[in-house]
Antibody
């Protein structure tokens, strides 16, 4: 059974940093693209970042380019999102997702982790 | 403002059939697959339809996807109270070189 468990969220001040982690189990992580998707309060889903199975290709939405870095450690079955220069509009629930075969569109998701950016 | 346009709301009564539209362009729906997700805020999203029309195992056949040109639709037949949720379409956009979601449609079961 595919399981994804996010951790590392919490309250951080504007300008601060946070690293989200996603522990994956039940499938060979190296074979699948992974994504981070977020939902701000009262808003819709927004793709934040994606990374290919080997980590060689990454995607970032414009609003996080230069501030967020996605990475993965396939040997540890882990996905990461390093977030820096955080802003109030980064406040959201962040979900990690396992891409369906040959795409980055998730077919399985974690339960989400809340990140709150506030002074 | 998303490049994929969905109606903000939809509604139906139990047993009814409802459809949710997703309008895009040649750079996204016109040439790439469409995906549909069901989401209750605070819970994990659920993949309902992938590659335009395919249903993952475990998704009831009450849910179906279709696509024509630069638009796609999600149909839900035999509407149930538990279908009340937010629904999102998604596709790769070649102009943006990235994946995009529609703005989401809140489905209410009356």
């Amino acid at each position: 059974e595919v399981q994804l468990l996010e951790s590392g969220g919490g309250l951080v001040k504007p300008g601060g940093s946070l690293r989200l982690s996603c522990a994956a189990s039940g499938f060979p992580l190296r074979k699948y693209a992974m994504s981070w998707v977020r939902q701000a309060p009262g808003k819709g889903l927004e793709w934040v970042s994606a990374i290919s199975g080997d980590g060689g290709t990454t995607y970032y939405t414009d609003s996080v380019k230069g501030r967020f870095t996605v990475s993965r450690d396939n040997s540890k079955n882990m996905l990461y999102l390093q977030m820096s220069s955080l802003r109030a509009d980064d406040t959201a629930t962040y979900y990690c997702g396992k891409g369906e075969t040959s795409s980055s569109f998730p077919d399985s998701w974690g339960q989400g982790i809340l990140v709150t950016v506030s002074a | 403002q998303s490049v994929l346009t969905q109606p903000p709301s939809a509604s139906g009564t139990p047993g009814q059939r409802v459809t949710i539209s997703c309008s895009g362009s040649r750079s996204n729906i016109g040439i790439n697959f469409v995906y549909w997700y069901q989401h209750l805020p605070g819970t994990a999203p659920r993949l309902l339809i992938y590659r335009d029309t395919q249903r993952p195992s475990g998704v009831p056949d009450r849910f179906s996807g279709s696509k024509s040109g630069t638009s796609a639709s999600l149909a839900i037949s035999g509407l149930r109270s538990e279908d009340e949720a937010d629904y999102y379409c998604a596709a790769w956009d070649d102009s943006l070189s990235g994946p995009v979601f529609g703005g989401g449609t809140k489905l209410t079961v009356l």
